[in-house]
């Protein structure tokens, strides 16, 4: 009498081995995926600090390249500065200022709008002979000044990376003029 195996189904130790193989590939790609997921919102969190300080730094070149002569220098100290130059036809007073870790611009007495975070900086205060006038400016040394030099240092969120911004601005008419006298 011949008897005939019939195989119907998967036997348990079959199941049981497909199974730990499938948990131990799953654990593998669920780990890599969230690895990845990380290491993606880290670069798009550097790369939004990163452009916050560059647009804050080209805005405030773009400013202060608009006044058209040195008596609309108001305010100059190493951690605020603050002129009047001609937007629209209108003689307007912007003040940009380092508070705590914000870089800060605030436009007329309006309230402050803060451009760039984590953010360590300065401004420094050249004359004609491209000299460092030490802050703040009386009245004589800002009227004396040609050129703004404005240093960001921005720390990521884990504050292991600095990224520094350094922005020189010129008055509109001491760009090419020499810069008068």
């Known amino acids: ?13 079959e199941l049981v081995v497909t199974t730990v193989i499938v948990g131990i ?10 690895s990845i ?16 300080g560059y647009n ?20 100059a100290t190493a951690n605020q500065i ?22 800060q611009r605030s436009v007329g007495v309006g309230a402050p709008v803060v451009l760039s975070t984590n953010v360590t900086g300065l401004f420094e205060y050249y004359q004609k002979s491209h000299f460092n006038m030490p802050p703040p400016l009386g009245s004589p040394d ?15 969120n884990q504050g292991n990376r600095n990224y520094t ?8 008419n001491y760009r090419f003029s020499g810069g008068g006298s």
């Open 1 to 13: 009498m011949f008897f005939k195996n019939k195989s119907d189904g998967y036997t348990l130790i």
């Open 25 to 34: 590939v799953s654990t593998i790609l669920v780990y890599l995926l969230v």
């Open 37 to 52: 997921f990380g290491i993606l919102q880290e670069n798009r969190i550097k790369k939004q600090l990163l452009m916050d």
């Open 56 to 75: 804050a730094t080209i805005k405030f070149v773009r400013e202060f390249e608009l006044i058209n002569n040195e008596p609309h220098l108001t305010l």
């Open 82 to 103: 603050q002129f009047n130059t001609v937007i629209g036809g209108v003689l307007t007073t912007i003040t940009y200022q380092i508070v705590g870790n914000e870089l």
């Open 142 to 156: 800002r009227l004396r000044t040609r050129r703004v030099r404005l240093t960001l240092n921005m720390l990521d």
């Open 165 to 172: 911004y350094v922005a020189d601005a010129f008055p509109e």
